[in-house]
């Protein structure tokens, strides 16, 4: 039963109870509210005339606003729970003194008061609601449920509102003061258990101690947030103009105090019913699928019509007071059960994607003192137009059509404006660093005394400031710190002594260079000493004929850099030789003395050096190719491209090659005999060198088959900015086309979610989802705002909760709806059983379906499904599976594990064989399969490991001794991952990269932990 009545409301189950305890909550305010407003103005009239009504509207402007003050102050210094609770309890207690007050010494100016305090409490009861509403939904859910928790307050017109006439009768007018008390401490109560129930659920909204408040000045430099005032004041204006000519016509027809108060129920009963209908089955509805152009502008629109004919019928028959009262019975009852249901709950939710800290308070601004002002401007304006001009209600009705148009025209740019404030919330802010730091106002002698610190990165960053300064003292405080501590403060030190070449360096750098023992830092001296001494080719050759490789490195950098036509030449010999040498580790010098030079002339070497056997050097050569700029090595950076072990290293020459590059990517991508992976790279580098030379090379394979490709393409051209432009039709021809891959996935989600046997398929179509869901909002981003939909993409990836309600609503409110009814199911990350019911997809996709016509790692796990048990050989899937049980892949997505198992091999060790030993380096992972090992340290078995154990993992990380051998105990299978690959891999995949750091930090932690029980241990065995 509680399901059906969920669905009927839009409420789903995690929402429910905060839901249904607010709607009791704003039923007992609004049957307070209901009975201060019925009775406040009678007993008012009993002492003074309806021309004086603008007087309680200046009065409401001064005391409202006061209260509202003081209770900013209080805000500001205790949590938000402690201030609801004083909000509600406050007004709760006053409505007693007024009854008090009301029995000892009832009196006109008492009576002068009750209407000011009537809309105190609302105002109070209102933005103490609405503030907890706002702390409890985020931007969606408000769109969703703030008319629904409307209906709250409405319902209790229109159950309490016909029994106000009896309660008037047997209890006495003033007695219902006592009544109003007893609702808001109910609904006091109800409030507690809220705010109870949000310490438990929503920790991170709640705040538990006071927090420190922004500027009020930023509210007020916020032209939104001024917006969403100046709305509020013109409706608050505009309300009371129409409070004013409503009791006017109802001071004439009803003179009797007992009888207008009878009729004013009555009405606020109807308009009660209007409200709760409305709210709960409309107001949510209507904002969702219309957006908030419907909540805004209905209610001045129907407003405009209704006053437009009571003012004609003044015109025109001016006698027919019942005609006129009955014109104005409907433009208040459009203002009431429209303003305070479609219009309230899209004002409610203009504050939502102001940020959290300026929230509260600009609600409290604005509906606490704007507002109460906005009421006394319409008391002066009143005063004015019908004391001192005494205008008729017939005039009145023309000024109010006037600010009905205001209100219309600050609705439309509010409406507009939303989605702007919503980009805004999402947006990530990127300082560059000359925003932040002004060098010109740095103190130099801070800086100067910050390079005698013991921290390397306080002495690294001062340096680079007083280089940047170009501060004449820094040439002798680097031959200072020279014989720094720290060998990254010396490799920094070389560096600048290389560009700034200080005199004074050149007698210290040969016993520096002696004294080196780190080689990437002996190298720079080396360096750094051939800048000083260019003119002398000769004293940089004993270091080029060193024994030591750093010295012969730092030589032929330095020859090539500043040795001229003659450093070159002997540089050249000496490259060639190495170049030519067995030992790997002198062609790869060669290789990277040429990257570090990089400049043309040595296209002969490098072209050897990029077909080199060793891996190391074919990477280091084709980095170095790329940097010489030269065409005529291009062909062979691009062949290299297909190989993915130096595919990297290509994408990089190419990349830095620029557009010179760009004819052979163009023919790279064309080539449908390169490997797959190797064109989606290339797609890639075009879009990093961009231009419009990329773009239009990347505009022919939007539509391409391949998905992978097609994925790539898009991301490319995103990243050349690209823009529709008369491709318009062509984008969203496309975009037609992922949709309908969209559905078809969804579809088939659908079949295999609920079957534990297909989770391996089913994550394999999620998978597929955000691939479309990506390429979705690439090709949307080219034909509308690109800033806010690549942000809200941004935020979504990150799946960062704070940020995601503000990033869905963006795209709802900046898509057209044929093309958020797809995204927003795959934004929301609905499962397979939601998004075809709200996509109203109703055909079937099955596995076999989706093994003929998916793709990659979709296409490998549906075969897989109909192919199961009937292949003896380790598929794909197996492997995935396997790489799924070790803690360093736990994260990764099972199609990057699935390109994972294309570099993965398999091992047979018979029992006995030592599959490594203790000493030796160690580059390889190992994953047992099946069988078990024995760690051993000499002939002593420290351990022994079993089917999916693994060992060898740091040495994909970092190259060291092994510190056990480890010998096979019975004929044992295993999986080996080598480093070098696998550094390919993290390069393409971030996935793994984060895997790989999260398995670190796990094993970091878990060593800690087991320092601090030994240590407790110990501590324990002591005393």
């Not at 190391?616 to 291009?634: C, D, M």
């Not at 996935?745 to 394999?764: C, G, T």
């Not at 990150?798 to 927003?824: C, F, G, H, S, W």
Request: net charge neutral; hydrophobic share 50%; charged share 20%.
């Amino acid at each position: 039963m509680l399901k059906r009545i969920d669905a009927i409301l839009n409420v789903r189950p995690e929402e429910r109870r905060h839901v249904y305890l607010m709607l009791a909550q704003y039923f007992f305010m609004g049957a307070a509210m209901l009975f201060a407003q019925t009775i406040s103005m009678p007993l008012f009239l009993e002492y003074w005339d309806a021309s004086d009504i603008p007087f309680t509207y200046i009065g409401i402007a001064v005391v409202v606003s006061l209260i509202t003050v003081v209770f900013l102050k209080i805000y500001e210094r205790i949590s938000l729970a402690r201030w609801l609770w004083l909000t509600v309890l406050f007004i709760t207690v006053t409505n007693l003194a007024i009854r008090a007050g009301l029995a000892v010494a009832p009196s006109k100016w008492l009576a002068l008061l009750l209407p000011i305090w009537t809309q105190t409490l609302i105002n109070l009861a209102v933005l103490a609601f609405w503030t907890l509403a706002a702390e409890i939904f985020d931007v969606r859910q408000g769109k969703r449920l703030f008319g629904l928790l409307n209906a709250g307050s409405w319902l209790s017109y229109v159950i309490a509102g016909p029994f106000t006439s009896t309660l008037v009768t047997s209890l006495g007018t003033e007695n219902l003061y006592i009544i109003i008390a007893v609702c808001l401490f109910i609904a006091l109560l109800i409030q507690g258990i809220i705010l109870r129930g949000m310490k438990k659920s929503q920790p991170q909204t709640q705040h538990s101690t006071p927090q420190e408040q922004p500027p009020l000045g930023a509210l007020f430099r916020n032209r939104y947030i001024l917006l969403v005032f100046a709305l509020a004041a013109i409706w608050r204006v505009a309300y009371f103009v129409m409070d004013a000519i409503f009791y006017n016509m109802t001071a004439i027809q009803y003179p009797n105090t007992a009888d207008s108060a009878s009729f004013i129920g009555g009405f606020f009963s109807m308009v009660g019913l209007l409200g709760f209908v409305t709210d709960t089955f409309l107001t949510g509805r209507i904002i969702s699928r219309y957006g908030l152009w419907a909540g805004l502008l209905t209610t001045p629109l129907a407003l405009i019509l209704s006053m437009s004919g009571f003012a004609g019928v003044g015109f025109l028959a001016s006698s027919w007071t019942l005609g006129l009262f009955w014109f104005a019975i409907a433009g208040k009852f459009n203002n009431e059960g429209l303003g305070f249901t479609l219009d309230q709950s899209a004002s409610s939710i203009l504050y939502q994607p102001i940020a959290d800290a300026l929230r509260p308070r600009a609600r409290a601004i604005g509906e606490g003192i704007v507002q109460p002002a906005a009421i006394g401007i319409a008391g002066l304006l009143l005063t004015l137009l019908s004391n001192i001009l005494h205008f008729d209600v017939i005039q009145l009705a023309l000024v109010y059509l006037v600010l009905a148009a205001l209100w219309l025209g600050l609705s439309i740019i509010l409406a507009g404006a939303y989605p702007k404030q919503l980009v805004e919330a999402i947006q990530k802010r990127r300082f560059k660093r000359e925003e932040l730091i002004n060098v010109e106002e740095i103190n130099s002698q801070i800086l100067f005394k910050s390079l005698k610190s013991q921290h390397e990165g306080t002495v690294i960053y001062s340096l680079d400031l007083l280089e940047e300064m170009n501060h004449p003292r820094l040439k002798s405080e680097l031959i200072n710190l020279l014989g720094h501590a720290s060998s990254s403060v010396r490799l920094s030190v070389l560096e600048k002594i290389e560009r700034l070449k200080p005199e004074a360096a050149r007698a210290e750098l040969p016993n520096q260079i002696e004294k080196e023992e780190v080689p990437q830092t002996r190298s720079a001296a080396v360096q750094a000493f051939s800048a000083l001494t260019m003119e002398d080719v000769n004293s940089i050759l004993p270091y080029l004929n060193s024994d030591n490789s750093a010295d012969t490195f730092g030589a032929l950098v330095g020859l090539l850099k500043y040795g001229g036509e003659q450093g070159i030449v002997i540089s050249r010999e000496r490259l060639e030789r190495l170049a030519e040498n067995k030992f790997p580790k002198s062609r790869f010098l060669a290789a990277q003395a040429l990257r570090r030079f990089g400049s043309s002339g040595f296209e002969n070497v490098l072209e050897r050096l990029i077909e080199d056997e060793d891996g190391f050097v074919r990477r280091e050569a084709l980095l170095a190719a790329g940097k010489t700029q030269s065409v005529n090595l291009l062909p062979k950076i691009l062949d290299a491209i297909k190989d993915r072990h130096t595919r990297a290293a290509s994408a990089k020459a190419l990349e830095t090659s620029g557009e010179m590059a760009l004819p052979f990517i163009e023919k790279g991508l064309a080539d449908e005999t390169f490997p797959k992976a190797a064109r989606v790279k290339l797609a890639c580098v075009c879009g990093n060198i961009r231009g419009e030379t990329a773009i239009q090379i990347l505009r022919g394979y939007i539509s391409v088959h391949e998905n992978d490709l097609r994925t790539a393409a898009l991301s490319a051209l995103s990243e050349c900015a690209f823009s529709a432009g008369k491709a318009h039709g062509a984008i969203r021809t496309q975009v037609q086309k992922e949709a309908a891959d969209a559905r078809w996935l969804y579809s088939a989600l659908r079949e295999v979610e609920s079957n534990v046997e297909m989770n391996l398929l089913a994550d394999a179509i999620r998978i597929e989802l955000h691939h479309v869901r990506d390429r979705l909002f690439y090709l949307l981003s080219f034909i509308h705002d690109r800033k806010a939909i690549l942000d809200a993409r941004r935020i979504i990836l990150q799946k960062n909760q704070l940020k995601l309600p503000y990033a869905i609503e963006t795209l709802d409110t900046t898509l057209p709806r044929d093309m958020r009814e797809v995204l927003l199911p795959l934004a929301e990350e609905l499962t397979g059983s939601e998004a075809c019911n709200r996509l109203g997809i109703t055909n079937q996709v099955s596995v076999s379906e989706l093994a003929r016509q998916a793709q990659g790692w979709l296409e490998i796990c549906a075969r897989a499904m109909l192919e199961k048990g009937t292949s003896d050989m380790h598929s794909t899937v197996e492997k995935v599976l396997i790489l799924k049980s070790v803690n360093l892949f736990k994260s990764t997505p099972d199609d990057a594990l699935a390109e994972l198992s294309e570099i993965i091999s398999e091992v047979d060790a018979p029992a006995g064989m030592d599959i490594v030993e203790k000493g030796e380096a160690g580059s390889s992972m190992f994953i047992i399969v099946s069988g078990s090992v024995a760690v051993m340290d000499g002939s002593r078995v420290v351990n022994t490991l079993g089917e999916r154990a693994v060992f060898g993992e740091l040495a994909l990380l970092d190259t060291e001794p092994r510190s056990a051998t480890i010998r096979a105990m019975e004929d044992t299978l295993l999986f080996r991952l080598d480093q070098e690959p696998f550094y390919e891999l993290m390069s393409d995949r971030i996935e793994v990269a984060m895997g790989t750091i999260q398995m670190l930090a796990g094993n970091l932690r878990a060593r800690v932990r087991e320092v601090m029980e030994l240590h407790e241990k110990m501590g324990n065995s002591e005393s």
